[in-house]
C-alpha cells in the first residue's frame, strides 16, 4: 500500500523556467580572420561527445565563423535548428582585432565605457548581449537552448548575472569550447555552473591562443 502526499502547488512550481547553454565557439586560428581552427572543431566534437549537453529544442549562434562552424557540429549531433543573431556577436573593436589593437582592448576593460573609433564600448556590448538573450529566452519559457558566441562576450554575460564590474581575467582565462549553465525565470538570471571545459583533452583559454607579443601586453 502507499501512503498518499498531497503536493500543494506553489507559484514557484507553475512558472516558466528556460536552461541556457552558453557555449564558447572552438578555438579560432591566430591570423585574425575570425575563423575556427582544425583544434577548435575538434574541441567541439569532444564537447558533444561529453553528452553534457542535451534537451534542447533550438541553438542560437553568433553570425561570425568560429560560432557558425561551432554551432553546426552541435546542430549534426543534438538535431536541432540554428538561428543566427546578429546581437550575439563578438565586441566590436572598429578597425582593429584583438591581435593589432592589445593596448586598446586593455584601455576597453581599464574603463568599460571607452568606445574605440568605430566599434562599440565594454558597456555597450554587455547591454547589448544581455537584452538579446532577454529575448532569446522569451521565445523559450519551459524549454531548453544552446547559445554558441564569443569569449569575451561570454566573460560579460557571466559578470552581468554575477554582478560586479567586467574582469579582464575572466575573458582571459575563458576556455574555448567551454559551456556555462544558466537559468532563467521570474524575469531574472541566475548562474546554475560557472564555464567548464574540463572535458577537453587539450583545453585552451583566450590568453594561452594569444601571440606572445600580445600576452606580454596583458602581463602574461
Same mark, same amino acid.
Given at each position: ?5 498531497? /503536493? ?5 512550481? @507553475?512558472?516558466?523556467? $528556460? ?5 564558447? /565557439?572552438?578555438?579560432?586560428? $591566430? ?18 561527445? %561529453?553528452?553534457? &549537453?542535451?534537451? *534542447? #529544442?533550438? &541553438? ?19 538535431? @536541432?535548428?540554428? $538561428? ?43 547591454? =547589448? ?6 529575448? +532569446? *529566452? ?8 544552446? +547559445?554558441? $558566441?564569443?569569449?569575451?562576450? %561570454? ?6 548575472? =554575477? ?24 524575469? %531574472?538570471?541566475?548562474?546554475? #555552473?560557472?564555464?567548464?571545459? #574540463? ?22
Amino acid at each position: 500500500m502507499f501512503d498518499m502526499i498531497q /503536493h500543494n502547488e506553489t507559484e514557484e512550481d @507553475v512558472l516558466p523556467r $528556460t536552461l541556457v547553454y552558453v557555449v564558447v /565557439h572552438g578555438e579560432p586560428l $591566430t591570423d585574425g580572420s575570425g575563423r575556427i581552427s582544425e583544434r577548435g572543431r575538434e574541441q567541439v566534437v569532444e564537447l558533444v561527445r %561529453s553528452r553534457a &549537453i542535451g534537451g *534542447v #529544442s533550438r &541553438i542560437y549562434s553568433s553570425p561570425s565563423n568560429a560560432a557558425l562552424v561551432s554551432a553546426g557540429i552541435l546542430r549534426r549531433e543534438l538535431d @536541432v535548428p540554428v $538561428t543566427v543573431r546578429e546581437c550575439l556577436a563578438e565586441v566590436s573593436l572598429g578597425k582593429g582585432d584583438i591581435n593589432t589593437a592589445g593596448e586598446q582592448v586593455i584601455r576597453m576593460w581599464d574603463d568599460p565605457s571607452f568606445r574605440p573609433a568605430g566599434g562599440e564600448s565594454i558597456d555597450e556590448a554587455q547591454m =547589448r548581449f544581455g537584452t538579446c538573450m532577454n529575448i +532569446v *529566452v522569451s521565445a523559450h519559457p519551459n524549454d531548453s537552448v544552446v +547559445v554558441v $558566441t564569443h569569449p569575451m562576450v %561570454s566573460a560579460l554575460f557571466m559578470s552581468l548575472v =554575477r554582478g560586479g564590474p567586467p574582469l579582464l581575467e575572466d575573458w582571459l582565462y575563458m576556455g574555448y569550447a567551454s559551456f556555462a549553465i544558466y537559468e532563467y525565470a521570474r524575469g %531574472s538570471w541566475m548562474l546554475s #555552473s560557472p564555464h567548464d571545459d #574540463s572535458f577537453l583533452s587539450d583545453p585552451r583559454s583566450v590568453a594561452s591562443c594569444l601571440p606572445e607579443d600580445v600576452r606580454s601586453l596583458f602581463g602574461l
